[in-house]
């Protein structure tokens, strides 16, 4: 166990016991004695609060960065990747539900201490660490220390997450990283609120705050049928994308499969898919991608100015890459992103 950060006492229970408030996410979950927050993984010992999972990563592999997904960030290199039991939201479509919504005592691990994550991701020639697979919030104490490990070690620390987290800790651990794909569920409360058990008004607030801390974000947009797929919503999605983050910021459009508590929901139809690449497109969106489905130009890269062809994608592997210094190789446009 690990003493968490960014909680307070709240008040005195009956007989006395300490109930605490955590404001690591925008749960702000109220304690009482023995109890664990909404994620499960923070509990209430003795009036303090403490991280159940600290140094304990059940899964752990050495992924393609575009795996993330990032495609403007170090392309054709791998990444350390690990994720640890638990997460703040309650998605119904999650594709990691196993681990997610599991609680640390079914998942018994060693200890990895966070030099030894930095150790294993140098030995394995990853040039960057990723926080992955679950929700990097709930494990936010060991992330942090690895990252200042990382820092310190010259790598680059990489956050895949749903981005709810409250803006003090946001602001505490995004000075060490240096890209984060954020998974922007939808852009309607109730539906953040009825799947995911979460509010958008946080999410983007989030978001806001990483991006004034100078990381890389990528957003991804999983399109599940009849729950966000209105391209009005999208529409509105994408405008705020252009006006609070920038125009250049990579938006990653995923095709749902049926999965966890949405099996009777069908796959994502691909023209759904293009429809919404065309509507982010209109709105201003310069770098528009499709994923989770087999298609002859949707993950390819192509300079916004003159159009030829940047970065080539087969899969998660790189086919060509003619962005130079990062600009275009063709008309020296520049190209946002970190690429060396």
């Known amino acids: 166990m690990k003493l968490a950060k960014f909680w307070e006492p709240y008040k005195e229970g009956k007989e006395k016991e ?79 539900w196993e681990i997610s919504q599991a609680l640390p005592k079914d998942f018994p691990v060693p200890e990895v201490k966070p030099e030894d994550i930095v150790k294993q991701a140098k030995a394995a020639g990853c040039p960057s660490i990723s926080y992955t697979y679950t929700e990097p919030t709930i494990f936010y104490e060991y992330a942090l220390d690895i990252a200042s490990i990382a820092r310190e070690e010259e790598l680059k620390n990489v956050m895949i997450t749903n981005g709810y987290m409250n803006e003090k800790p946001v602001h505490e651990i995004y000075r060490l990283i240096d890209a984060a794909n954020v ?30 801390a100078g990381t890389w974000i990528e957003l991804t947009n999983l399109i599940i049928p009849g729950k966000n797929d209105d391209m009005e919503e999208i529409k509105d999605m994408c405008e705020w994308i252009v006006a609070e983050l920038g125009d250049t910021t990579p938006l990653h459009f995923s095709r749902f499969f049926p999965m966890y508590k949405m099996k009777n929901i069908p796959s994502t139809p691909e023209q759904t898919l293009v429809k919404a690449k065309e509507v982010a497109q209109k709105a201003g969106l310069k770098f528009v991608y ?39 190789a063709y008309c020296k446009e520049k190209i946002e992103g970190v690429w060396e």
Request: hydrophobic share 30%; proline share 4%; charged share 20%.
């Open 183 to 212: 998974d922007l569920k939808g852009f309607n409360e109730e539906f953040y609120q009825k799947v995911c058990g979460a509010k958008l008004e946080h999410v983007l607030a989030a978001l806001k705050t990483m991006k004034k």
């Open 18 to 96: 300490q109930i605490i408030q955590c404001h690591l996410c925008p749960h702000n979950c109220m304690i009482a004695e023995g109890n664990v927050g909404i994620c499960r993984v923070r509990q209430n010992i003795k009036g303090r609060l403490y991280s159940l999972v600290y140094g304990r990563p059940v899964s752990t592999h050495i992924d393609p960065i575009e795996k993330k997904p990032l495609f403007h960030f170090l392309p054709g290199t791998n990444t350390y990747s690990f994720g640890i039991v638990g997460c703040n939201l309650k998605c119904e479509h999650c594709q990691n």
């Open 290 to 328: 499709v994923g989770n489905i087999v298609t002859e130009k949707g993950e390819n890269t192509y300079c916004p100015k003159c159009r030829k062809l940047l970065v080539a994608r087969s899969g998660f592997g790189i086919v060509s890459n003619n962005i130079r210094d990062s600009r275009c």
